[in-house]
T-cell receptor, first 111, second 111 residues
Framework: KAGVTQTPRYLIKTRGQQVTLSCSPI?????VSWYQQTPGQGLQFLFE???????NKGNFPGRFSGRQFSNSRSEMNVSTLELGDSALYLC??????????FGPGTRLTVL | GQQVMQIPQYQHVQEGEDFTTYCNSS?????IQWYKQRPGGHPVFLIQ?????EVKKQKRLTFQFGEAKKNSSLHITATQTTDVGTYFC???????????FGTGTLLAVQP
């Protein structure tokens, strides 16, 4: 069974630009969560989608948004990028069981 | 807001020595999960604890959930070089996939 895939794996953007990251969950998993990982703040929850609906949201500004498609694939978008948005963005899928399966992440660098 | 702290931040041991990381939440948790992240990798689920006072073992790893469901610990007996990585606890409140990650403990094992 294929794992969680995320594209792209690496991304370099400049301040003010926007970016879209993609996540394909494990087949059959309907829940997709996004996390931001930085050395200073650690792993922080961004949001969770289930059946195309946002079910939970973390404490991030409105520049961070996401969506989920009918095939459970998810995208997150960050608009008006800031230097502090440089991070590893991790996607995790779940079938409702406690275990969340993480993808390899997208390393975003904002210059 | 809800915070989950872990100590120590970093632990360096000789191979064969034991290791323990402690996790403390500012609020009561419905359950706690533990993840391991190898350098350059992504978090991988280890275990979930749900009941007050619960103890679970996985080979050389022993996990405990406190009586008040606000703290947890992970103990590794006779560490091996393959144990290297960052260990995160992650708490949940209620029926949600939102994980509040601890600050993590980086374990280095010298052969």
């Amino acid at each position: 069974k294929a794992g969680v895939t995320q594209t792209p794996r690496y991304l370099i953007k400049t301040r003010g630009q926007q970016v879209t990251l993609s996540c394909s969950p494990i087949s059959g998993h309907r829940s997709v969560s996004w996390y931001q990982q930085t050395p200073g703040q650690g792993l922080q929850f961004l949001f969770e989608y289930f059946s195309e609906t946002q079910r939970n949201k973390g404490n991030f500004p409105g520049r961070f948004s996401g969506r989920q498609f009918s095939n459970s694939r998810s995208e997150m978008n960050v608009s008006t990028l800031e230097l502090g948005d440089s991070a590893l963005y991790l996607c995790a899928s779940s079938r409702g069981a406690p275990e969340q399966f993480f993808g390899p992440g997208t390393r975003l660098t904002v210059l | 807001g809800q915070q989950v702290m872990q100590i120590p931040q970093y632990q360096h041991v000789q191979e064969g020595e034991d290791f323990t990381t402690y996790c403390n939440s500012s609020t009561t948790l419905s359950n706690i999960q533990w993840y391991k992240q190898r350098p350059g990798g992504h978090p991988v689920f280890l275990i979930q604890l749900v009941k007050s006072g619960e103890v679970k073992k996985q080979k050389r790893l022993t996990f405990q959930f406190g009586e008040a469901k606000k703290n947890s610990s992970l103990h590794i007996t006779a560490t091996q070089t393959t144990d290297v990585g960052t260990y995160f606890c992650a708490g949940q409140r209620g029926a949600t996939n939102k994980l509040i990650f601890g600050t993590g403990t980086l374990l280095a094992v010298q052969p």
